[in-house]
């Protein structure tokens, strides 16, 4: 109180039961505050007329009218001060009380600080100032060089409570999905995907493009701005492929965390895969096995005399429509419908997985020990972010949203063809245990020091390849109405984008307001007519020169791409990637050509040598286009037959005439029609190497037929995938080509063993590859080296 008054200009003087002229000091005093501790120490009579009084003493005197004998009296005799003093605090309920006010009045305005401190919508963040070097050294070199700032530090800077954060060391963190609660009135931010035109091999650099305008709109136009990216495969990681973590000045770092194990969330999904698949075998084991009781005790084992069914059990007998809830009522009959799931081991479609690329596990024999008792099956080892709890994953709203989802997967079908599901084995719950961290999305940095999400990472084949609903939500809530929230989907637009459209959007209810749609002149040279262009071979001299005929002649790709985008009612901004290869003319040619077929804008980058800095036109373009109208529509309505589907998505997107069903996946659009998964929607397992089938056909090619050889179902995740194309069956590709001879030709098939003679006249061999990997031969062998394919 001393300091208090002294800081509030008051003349403070201070006395104790020592000072010789105590009543007279006290006497001179407006505000009087006596903490002596000595019972009615300060007069009524010493005290200045009109003073305020505070009496923070607490004494017990004898009192034999209280039944304990005594009572509290503070350090001022209360009964004659009071005729003096304007106020006075009486001692009990004095003090306490006005503390209570005090420190309430406190709570308060700190909460109306806080508040206006960490508004959601205002951030403050400290950027990292990037030192550009030519020529520009290799990414390693660069993230290593760069100090990110503390995790923790990133979090509070876009408004993350410090009990929302869960810290995995310095430079990565998981958040709590409570976050999405607390902010559930916030109004969402500016939603752009990132997607490419059709790629090299090569890649055109949509995760590069992703990183540079998050840190163009932060770091340079100081826009409250997330990147939400998926988490990359150890497998395309040690392989030719490479990180994903962009490149050059546009990287979320350090990039050996994030290009590894990040926080875990891949191990946690081969777990989990590897749990049912696990399952799967040692149900049909016990079943081959066990007799009806012996399987119904182990299933329903007595604890202390009582049997229990658990809640998944519960629902599985309503599945089976069995009302009853009591072990002890089921007929023999309820219990062996009850313990066999009769799995049909032809149909099992869950294999096992693990996050490195070993061919070697491709085909595998499983069950060889003598303790399975003769029951083996041929299967196979798929990569980790095959697995459909990957997809899951990227598509559930929230833990129960994807338990929910975990229960529903369709692992096998019984041998009347009822599909198994991932209930019906009774793992649900053990895997959202496996899951239960797995499912908060994963905090980063950029090179600059914007945020980034890190979340998921589904194929964008056989899945709909793009980073985590929850990371979106939990970015767009963040970053406030006027933030952006920057997501990149896989491949070219013809794949990704269609299923961030048609798949994530439609789960997750988010609506887009910019495509960005990432090209270069590379690119477009091999879509207009250029040579081939293989990972780890030198570019031909024509991506090296200018060529500009080539550049139009390919942009015929792009133009279809542009549409593809606009078919969805969102604005088009076409961000053209440059290479140090590329000339202004070049360039000027695309953006021109871009402008023409329908782009909202087009504009030159050049991030990769020069950061957000160099992607500056790019980021303004954006916001400019997130102001237009954006009436975004989905391509179909998943009521629709499968086949309509599939239809719609290649005469549309692909540009097709029209599709053609192989036996296979006609049996499949039927048994999944039967089986209610009709209404699911399409993902697409097609090539990105063109908007076809065929991955040599460049450019935007038309009238072509699109074969389907097989469907399959991700149930849990929620969606159909066709296969597209068909396979040969010397090397499993999917093609299929007829070449003409001038001549005779007798060759041998070194593969299968057997000769085969042929006229003048077409010889049809199932692949392209199978020629050129020499698994044909001749006794000309010149003929087959002079072969013109393609």
């Known amino acids: 109180m001393h300091d208090l008054l002294l800081w509030n200009n008051a003349t403070v003087t201070t006395c104790h039961s020592k000072t010789s002229t105590l009543a007279e000091e006290v006497g001179k005093a407006d505000i009087l505050v006596v903490a002596a501790g000595r019972a ?14 505070i009496d923070c003493g607490i004494n017990h005197v004898p009192d034999s009218t209280k039944a304990s004998g005594k009572r509290v009296v503070g350090d001022v005799a209360y009964s004659s001060a009071k005729e003096k003093a304007s106020f006075i ?32 919508g205002k951030w403050t963040i400290q ?92 770091a340079h136009l100081r826009q409250n701005v997330f990147a939400c990216v998926r988490q990359p495969s150890q497998g395309p990681t040690f392989g030719i492929k490479g990180g994903a973590a962009g490149g050059g000045y546009c990287q979320v770092v350090p990039m050996e965390e994030f290009n590894l194990h990040l926080t875990g969330d891949i191990h946690a999904i081969t777990a989990a895969n590897n749990l049912v698949a696990a399952a799967i075998d040692a149900r049909i084991f016990h079943e081959l096995t066990q007799s009806d009781q012996a399987l119904y005790n182990r299933l329903v084992p007595s604890v202390n005399g009582v049997r229990k069914f658990s809640d998944i059990q519960i629902r599985r007998l309503q599945k089976l429509g069995i009302n009853k809830t009591d072990p002890m009522a089921l007929t023999k009959e309820e219990v062996n419908a009850f313990v066999r799931l009769d799995i049909d081991p032809g149909t099992i479609t869950w294999q096992r997985v693990l996050d490195t690329n070993d061919r070697f596990l491709r085909k595998i024999t499983i069950g060889q020990s003598v303790t399975e008792k003769g029951f083996t099956r041929t299967a196979q080892f798929d990569i980790t972010v095959s697995s459909e709890i990957m997809a899951v994953l990227a598509l559930a709203d929230g833990l129960d949203d994807m338990k929910k989802r975990f229960g529903r997967m369709v692992v096998a079908s019984s041998k009347k063809g009822i599909p198994v599901t991932a209930d019906d084995l009774g793992v649900t719950g053990a895997l959202a245990v496996l899951m239960k961290d797995a499912v908060k999305p994963n905090l980063m940095q950029t090179l600059e ?15 709909h390849g793009n980073s985590s609903v929850l990371a979106d939500k939990i970015a767009l809530k963040l970053v406030g109405k006027d933030g952006f929230v920057v997501t990149e989907a896989g491949f070219g637009a013809d794949i990704g984008m269609e299923k961030f459209f048609n798949i994530k959007c439609r789960y997750s209810g988010l609506r887009p307001h910019v495509v960005v749609l990432v090209a270069t002149v590379r690119a477009l040279k091999m879509h207009g007519g ?36 606009r078919m969805f009612g969102v604005p088009v901004v076409v961000a053209v990637n440059a290479f140090k290869t590329d000339t202004k003319a070049e360039l000027a040619l695309v953006v021109q050509h871009a402008k023409e077929a329908g782009a909202f804008d087009a ?38 037959p499968v086949v309509d589907k599939i239809r719609l998505i290649a005469q549309q997107v692909y540009g097709a005439r029209d599709i053609e069903l192989l036996p296979e996946a006609q049996e499949k659009v039927a048994l999944y ?17 063109s908007l076809s089938h065929d991955p040599e056909q460049k450019g935007a090619p038309t009238g072509f037929v699109l074969p389907i050889r097989d469907i399959r179902a991700s149930v849990g995740a929620g969606f159909l995938y066709p296969l597209v194309g068909t396979v040969c069956g010397v090397c499993g590709v999917r093609k299929k080509t007829s070449f003409a001879f001038q001549e005779s030709l007798s060759v041998k098939c070194l593969k299968l063993g057997e000769p085969l003679s042929f006229t003048v006249g077409v010889l049809t061999v199932q692949c392209i590859r199978c020629l050129k990997r020499g698994f044909l031969r001749g006794k000309r062998e010149a003929a087959i080296d002079h072969l013109t394919f393609g």
């Open 40 to 53: 009615e120490m300060v007069k009524g009579e010493w005290i200045k007329p009109g003073a305020i009084v």
């Open 89 to 120: 605090t009486p001692v009990p309920g004095g003090v306490g009380p006005m503390t209570v006010a005090m420190l309430m009045q406190s709570t308060v305005e700190s909460a109306q600080r806080f508040l206006e401190k960490f508004q959601p």
């Open 127 to 218: 950027y990292n100032q990037l030192t550009l070097k030519m020529p520009v050294p290799s990414d390693i070199e660069i993230s290593q060089s760069c100090i990110p700032k503390p995790i923790d530090q990133v979090a509070k800077e876009v408004g993350l409570f410090p009990d929302e954060v869960e810290l995995y060391g310095q430079t990565k963190a998981k958040i709590q999905l409570s976050v999405l609660k607390r902010l559930q009135n916030q109004p969402d931010g500016k939603y752009v995907v990132v997607t490419g035109i059709t790629p090299t091999p090569l890649g055109e650099g949509k995760s590069t493009t992703t990183v540079g305008l998050v840190q163009a709109l932060g």
């Open 449 to 463: 020091g914007t945020p980034v999400f890190v979340h998921a990472g589904p194929f964008a084949n056989i899945a």
């Open 530 to 565: 250029g040579p081939a262009v293989t990972a780890g071979v030198p570019l031909p001299k024509e991506y090296t020169e200018e060529n500009l005929q080539l550049v139009a002649k390919g942009c015929s790709n792009l133009t279809k791409q542009i549409q593809n985008a």
């Open 603 to 640: 504009v030159e980058c050049t991030h990769w040598a020069e950061g957000g800095k160099g992607a500056l036109a790019l980021a303004r373009a954006v916001q400019r286009a997130s102001q237009a109208p954006s009436n975004f529509k989905f391509l179909y309505n998943v009521e629709l």
């Open 673 to 689: 029609t039967k089986q209610g998964f009709g209404n699911l929607p399409i993902c697409m397992a097609k090539t990105h190497l």
